[in-house]
């Protein structure tokens, strides 16, 4: 079993920063590839970002590729995601999730364990 907990969430304006955390625990959490979801009211889940367990690879998505970075640091077990240049369509449930199988498809059902979300909202 691994417990996912994200926190960092809140208000921002447009153009500002937030950085997100997910604190893994488990007995084997540190071996699980870690990814970023978001779901706007109204609408799917959506992928942003995942990280390989040992943050070896990252990947992002194109709406936020060159605005978020995803690292992780397996000593305090926590991913980070830290977002730049927010817009308010960035508006969401930020959750994260912990996979081993399925790298690339990015598929909700590959995903193993899932934490609750933190909101993170951008004022225009």
């Known amino acids: 079993q691994v417990q996912l907990v994200e926190s960092g969430g809140g208000l921002a304006q447009a153009g500002g920063s937030l950085r997100l955390s997910c604190a893994a625990s488990?007995?084997?959490?540190?071996?699980?590839?870690i990814g970023w979801f978001r779901q706007a009211p109204g609408k799917e889940r959506d992928f942003v970002a995942a990280?390989?367990?040992?943050?070896?690879?990252?990947y992002l998505s194109d709406s936020v590729k060159g605005r978020f970075t995803i690292s992780r640091d397996n000593a305090k077990n926590t991913v980070y995601l830290q977002m730049n240049s927010l817009k308010p369509e960035d508006t969401a449930v930020y959750s994260c999730?912990?996979?081993?199988?399925?790298?690339?498809?990015?598929?909700?059902?590959?995903?193993?364990?899932w934490g609750q979300g933190t909101q993170v909202t951008v004022s225009s």
């Open positions: 999730a912990a996979f081993r199988r399925g790298w690339g498809s990015w598929s909700i059902s590959a995903f193993d364990y």
């Open positions: 488990g007995r084997t959490s540190s071996n699980y590839n």
């Open positions: 990280i390989t367990w040992n943050g070896g690879v990252t």
